[in-house]
């Protein structure tokens, strides 16, 4: 007999989404990566998608997105998911595409892809992890590593003079005419995740209303690539990340012109 035999349907407080695969999570522990995944499990579930959603996930901790979460997915090539999922889109105008992207991916060798599948305004959404650093490869400083971070290519901290400054991916797509919801959201409190819930909730609806490209950043940890513990690692976000990447939505169609954080 398993618990769920024992506990009445109308006293489950909590259920795992039945769009979860049931394998053996492979993410290290704290890694923000198995929270997204299962909110966009429940989003998408929730909102009987099911059977019409298209992921694209490309190279990266992001690549195994696919092994989580039972939908149809489509692998693209290093930095390639907004090209990918542009094609998808135009050959399945009603299916619901998105691309989840981490930000060696996205802000890196995919930071062309992305400006111009956001200014074309492709009728998807994006997932965009941003923990600030390349965690499958081995801790590499990445565009959106903050000055002073230390990483494996940055050991004294990131110098904006010889490594350039942080990219803001969130806050330029949001300047773009193609984009229609932009938001940036966390993921290391349980307030902050029912918040990130209810942005991937409604980047999904309004690409099911077609309005374009939703953008959705959740500001993440990578503890082993930055070397703590997931409470030191949630602690450093919220006292050194957050300062740079202000949560909070910063373009929202049904409310005007996008907003400055800074």
Same mark, same amino acid.
Not at 2 to 9: C, N, Q, R
Not at 32 to 48: F, P, R
Not at 237 to 251: A, Q, R, S
């Given at each position: 007999?398993?618990?769920?035999?024992?506990?009445?349907?109308?006293?489950?407080?909590?259920?795992?989404? #039945?769009?979860?695969?049931?394998?053996?999570?492979?993410?290290?522990?704290?890694?923000?990566?198995?929270?997204?995944?299962?909110? %966009?499990? #429940? =989003?998408?579930?929730?909102?009987?998608?099911? +059977?019409?959603?298209?992921?694209?996930? *490309?190279?990266?901790? /992001?690549?195994? =997105?696919?092994?989580? %979460?039972? %939908?149809?997915?489509? #692998?693209?090539?290093?930095?390639?998911?907004? =090209?990918?999922?542009?094609?998808?889109?135009?050959?399945?105008?009603?299916?619901?595409?998105?691309?989840? &992207?981490?930000?060696?991916?996205?802000?890196?060798?995919?930071? @062309?892809?992305?400006?111009? @599948?956001?200014?074309?305004?492709?009728?998807? $959404?994006?997932?965009?992890?941003?923990?600030? %650093?390349?965690?499958?490869?081995?801790?590499?400083?990445? *565009?959106?590593?903050?000055?002073?971070?230390?990483? /494996?290519?940055?050991?004294?901290?990131?110098?904006?003079?010889?490594?350039?400054?942080?990219?803001?991916?969130?806050?330029?797509?949001?300047?773009?005419?193609?984009?229609?919801?932009?938001?940036? &959201? /966390? =993921?290391?409190?349980?307030?902050?995740?029912?918040?990130?819930?209810?942005?991937?909730? !409604?980047?999904? &609806?309004?690409? $099911?209303?077609?309005?374009?490209?939703?953008?959705?950043?959740?500001?993440?940890?990578?503890?082993?690539?930055?070397?703590?513990?997931?409470?030191?690692?949630?602690?450093?976000? #919220? +006292?050194?990340?957050?300062?740079?990447?202000?949560?909070?939505?910063? !373009?929202?169609? +049904?409310?005007? +012109? *996008?907003?400055?954080?800074?």
């Amino acid at each position: 007999m398993e618990i769920k035999d024992i506990i009445k349907p109308e006293n489950l407080v909590y259920g795992k989404s #039945e769009l979860l695969i049931d394998t053996i999570m492979h993410y290290c522990p704290g890694c923000t990566h198995g929270v997204v995944h299962k909110l %966009i499990a #429940e =989003a998408i579930g929730e909102m009987g998608i099911q +059977e019409k959603t298209i992921g694209i996930a *490309p190279v990266g901790c /992001s690549v195994f =997105a696919y092994n989580y %979460i039972d %939908i149809d997915w489509q #692998e693209a090539a290093h930095g390639r998911a907004p =090209a990918v999922a542009t094609g998808v889109v135009r050959l399945n105008p009603d299916k619901f595409v998105f691309t989840y &992207q981490g930000d060696g991916d996205l802000a890196s060798i995919g930071a @062309a892809e992305i400006i111009h @599948a956001c200014n074309r305004g492709e009728n998807m $959404l994006v997932v965009f992890i941003n923990n600030g %650093i390349y965690g499958m490869t081995g801790g590499q400083m990445a *565009p959106t590593t903050i000055e002073n971070m230390v990483t /494996s290519t940055t050991p004294c901290g990131r110098d904006s003079e010889l490594n350039g400054y942080p990219l803001k991916m969130t806050d330029l797509v949001a300047q773009l005419p193609g984009t229609s919801y932009v938001t940036r &959201q /966390s =993921a290391q409190t349980a307030a902050a995740v029912r918040k990130c819930k209810r942005a991937l909730k !409604k980047g999904i &609806q309004n690409v $099911l209303d077609k309005k374009g490209t939703s953008f959705v950043e959740v500001v993440s940890t990578c503890n082993s690539g930055w070397k703590m513990t997931p409470v030191q690692a949630n602690k450093w976000m #919220e +006292e050194n990340m957050f300062p740079y990447y202000p949560l909070g939505d910063l !373009k929202d169609s +049904e409310k005007g +012109e *996008p907003v400055s954080k800074n």
